[in-house]
């Protein structure tokens, strides 16, 4: 069997788990290709010791028990839908299974406004902290309040937080 956490947040921990059987009581492999790029994954059971919070373990050279439960954890950087591939294999024969895992778009927002008061005629100066954990480009769009025409601005943001400066005249 194989089960996805879905839908989940883009830059948010998933995680995908199953359990296999083989009636040969081989050491067992399971890999999984994640679907986004990133390299595909592989861990061998039974397990010598609980597995750590991702899923990894240290192998035991032994059979695996009837039925023997697995999983694993990845982050997705981007929203999408992804096609996970899970193969059992047990040395002779693979077991592929396949599930989507749907990811969810983590809106930006833009916090920590501040403003400094300016007598007439003087520099104005607005801050302000922008949150993009996808990293897409997004645009702002400043409204001094003063008659003229609005600031609109066109980020590519790589990273978080993006920084932008603009010190019109009033």
Known sequence: TVDATTPVDEGAVTRI??????????????????GDGSPAVSQNYPCAAPPAADGTCGFLVAPAADPTDWFRTHVYDDPGTYTVTVTVNDGTESTVRE?????????????????????????ASLTGLVRNPSGAPFELTVDWGDGSAPLE??????????????????
């Open 17 to 34: 788990s199953g359990s296999f059987t083989d009636p040969g009581d081989d050491a067992m492999a399971v890999t999984i290709d994640w």
């Open 153 to 170: 601005v066109s980020w590519p943001c790589t990273g978080t937080p993006c920084v932008f400066n603009d010190v019109p005249t009033v």
């Open 99 to 123: 599930v989507q895992q749907v990811v969810r778009p983590v809106l930006s927002s833009f916090s920590s406004l501040g403003n400094t008061a300016i007598v007439e005629g003087g520099t």
